[in-house]
């Protein structure tokens, strides 16, 4: 599959399989060109540190998921390979909703193992007690769905605990306001209201929705400027792609 990004400098890039280049607008670069700091196979790319570089996701030779700051520099890509644990690419790939970035320019990667990989300034590192980063609300809070609790997390770093019922591993969520929130769960689709007082954050769910609808595992969650809910549902045959209008 092929990828587009741009980058601050208003570089193009286009990232391939086996390949990554960008377009300057008068001319064409390649990663091939630089292989003592080429990466085997390419996954996905992210623009990071406000647009200046762009993080690819890939494989070395071994198999094992990679990491590398790119960067055009002297009219050559360059890249700056990241000291990560072992995990597997294949999910960055393969699950859209496994890897998000937030306003602070975070990446966040959920392992295929349980737990999650936060790149940020200090470079790759795994935050203990986190696994599944789904979204992130109006305020800079960071959401993550850990069966059989949502995790939310501060700007400051504070962790609250909320109780689900009928949150799946693989379940996925979407703001429509900033105050309220729709998540696939066991049952089908939910709506859920948020309120915070006290300085605690509480969901209430207002609404649910089960005849027809995926339900358990799903690939993402995304809603449309019509109003329609979009969803990724694995099975046995490939994936299924839904478009779920509320009325």
């Known amino acids: ?78 890249l700056a390979h990241l000291k990560t644990q072992r995990f597997d690419a294949g999910v960055a790939a393969e699950s859209p909703d496994r890897l998000m970035s937030d306003s602070r320019g975070r990446l966040w990667l959920s392992l295929n193992f349980g737990g999650e990989m936060c790149v940020d300034e200090a470079g790759p590192h795994q935050v203990p ?55 696939t769960t066991t049952h089908g689709l939910a709506h859920f209201a948020m309120e915070e007082a006290g300085g605690k954050v509480t969901l209430k769910q207002v609404a649910e929705y ?7 595992s799903t690939k993402g969650l995304w809603l449309d400027e019509q109003g329609s809910l979009w969803t990724i549902e694995p099975s046995q045959d490939g994936q299924k792609l839904w478009r779920i209008e509320i009325k």
């Open 1 to 78: 599959s092929t990828l587009l990004v741009q980058d601050g400098g208003a570089n193009l890039w286009v990232l391939d399989w086996d390949d990554t280049k960008l377009f300057t607008g008068t001319k064409w670069v390649h990663m091939k060109e630089t292989p003592d700091t080429a990466m085997e196979r390419m996954v996905r790319m992210l623009p990071s540190e406000g647009g200046k570089k762009i993080l690819i996701i890939g494989e070395d030779a071994h198999g094992d998921g990679d990491m590398a700051l790119a960067e055009l520099r002297d009219g050559k890509m360059r």
């Open 129 to 183: 007690g986190l696994s599944n980063a789904r979204s992130e609300d109006s305020s800079g809070r960071v959401w993550f769905l850990w069966q059989p609790r949502v995790i939310v997390v501060r700007p400051s770093g504070q962790r609250e605990e909320l109780n689900v019922d009928a949150l799946h591993e693989e379940s996925s969520m979407v703001w429509d306001k900033p105050t309220s929130l729709w998540m």
């Open 210 to 216: 089960a005849r027809g609808l995926p339900r358990g």
